[in-house]
């Protein structure tokens, strides 16, 4: 999530253990040569890919193919700062920018500028650049922009995370007829607002107000005042206390677990993972955005409509909606460290990576013996979410390479 100290607040791409997030088209340079148009015709499909929960696409800037997110998290259309320097853009106004980490990046108005969205050929201005730096460097990728809530409010969206693509329609003439439930929200600025209920498992039921974060890849954020307030360190067990996301601003750690049951709107999601924050976790330590997130990890599990004028979203089950809920199993942290290398960024003592030997500042070479990159990670991670998966893995340290086994199991 990201907040902007100089304008409307707004969040974006918190990375759960950061995943990459990898441009997902590769076709020729003529991808971007269609004539950018206002109004296209409706509905259109834009073809998605989802990474780490995160909805990624491409759209162009001239004859240049940009990777973009999609976060209703983000009141303003952004470009990544590094990106729009290298294209020429011209900044205005400098800012500061923070959001789930403990710190603050730069920031700067755009004053005129836009991308268009390839295929459908619609111009989206782009008011603000933030450097996302704290986002993506570690693990070696490019996030070049997100399309934010000016984007999403203009029409209903749809995201189809089960086929891959995003609609858009018209909201004029959209009449739903599906099998989803309605759930109402409330807005604030740029922010979906719903109401929600966490169920205990000393059965309990605690009511709080949550914003819905396309843009966060994590299931359930709870923010520091919602936790003491419901002294729910001692009620939500067993947690692990390692970094939960990466956000504008840096890493933040977080208390993860699981609660018994997430009801909203009549939706009930059981035994989701919620991170639960306290100090030095950005807007999470503060209740000044509700009481927490409601994030992809838990929007994925359908097929979300967006309607900012009737102020609804819909959920709609698919084939993939009762996924069960995982975390790492593992208990290792991996970054990319630019080449063909991996190193190990956090380590859980109690875990099986811990208790393997693995430590921090180790250098991966191979995982089962075979060599790692950067496109290892993802697919590492979603392994290391299941249980009983045994993994040698072969790090070097102090000049000396050794394997280090273990087997997963789950930690919370």
């Given at each position: 999530m990201i907040t902007q100290r100089t304008f409307v607040r707004a969040s974006a791409v918190v990375a759960a253990l950061a995943a990459p997030l990898l441009h997902a088209q590769t076709r020729a340079l003529s991808y971007c040569s269609a004539p950018a148009a206002r109004r296209p015709?409706?509905?259109?499909?834009?073809?998605?890919?989802?990474?780490?929960?995160?909805?990624?696409f491409t759209v162009c800037r001239g004859d240049k193919k940009l990777t973009f997110v999609l976060d209703t998290g983000a009141g303003n259309s952004i470009f990544d700062m590094e990106t729009a320097k290298s294209m020429g853009v011209v900044l205005g106004a400098p800012g500061r920018a923070n959001g789930g980490g403990a710190g603050t990046v730069p920031m700067a108005q755009v004053p005129h500028d836009s991308v268009y969205i390839p295929g459908i050929s619609l111009t989206v201005p782009i008011s603000t650049a933030i450097d996302f730096r704290s986002i993506t460097g570690p693990e070696g990728s490019t996030l070049e922009g997100i399309l934010g809530a000016d984007f999403i409010a203009r029409y209903i969206v749809a995201l189809d995370y089960r086929n891959s693509e995003m609609r858009l329609y018209d909201r004029n003439a959209f009449t739903y007829s599906g099998s989803g439930t309605t759930v109402p929200f409330t807005l604030r600025g740029a922010f979906i607002f719903v109401s929600a209920e966490l169920g205990l498992a000393d059965g309990a039921r605690v009511p709080g107000t949550f914003v819905v974060d396309v843009g966060s890849s994590l299931p359930l954020a709870l923010a520091k005042p919602f936790v003491e307030a419901n002294n729910l360190r001692s009620r939500v067990g067993p947690t692990v206390h390692r970094p939960s996301g990466r956000g504008v601003g840096g890493t933040s750690v977080a208390d993860i677990g699981r609660v018994e049951?997430?009801?909203?709107?009549?939706?009930?999601?059981?035994?989701?993972i919620a991170h639960l924050y306290g100090d030095s976790a950005g807007v999470f330590s503060s209740s000044n955005l509700g009481d927490g997130n409601i994030g992809a990890d838990i929007l994925r599990r359908y097929t979300v409509y967006l309607d900012y004028r009737a102020r609804t979203m819909i959920l709609e089950p698919h084939a993939g909606t009762a996924e069960p809920f995982e975390a790492d199993m593992s208990g290792v942290q991996l970054v990319a460290a630019g080449g063909p290398r991996l190193t190990v960024e956090f380590v859980l003592p109690a875990s099986p990576a811990g208790e393997a030997g693995l430590m921090k500042g180790d250098t991966v070479v191979a995982i089962d013996g075979e060599p790692v990159s950067s496109a290892t990670l993802e697919p590492f991670r979603k392994r290391m979410r299941t249980a009983n998966e045994r993994v040698a893995i072969t790090i070097r340290r102090d000049g000396t390479e050794?394997?280090?086994?273990f087997v997963t199991r789950r930690l919370v």
């Open positions: 015709s409706l509905p259109a499909v834009i073809p998605i890919e989802i990474r780490n929960n995160h909805v990624t049951t997430l009801n909203l709107g009549g939706v009930e999601i059981k035994r989701p050794r394997v280090l086994a």
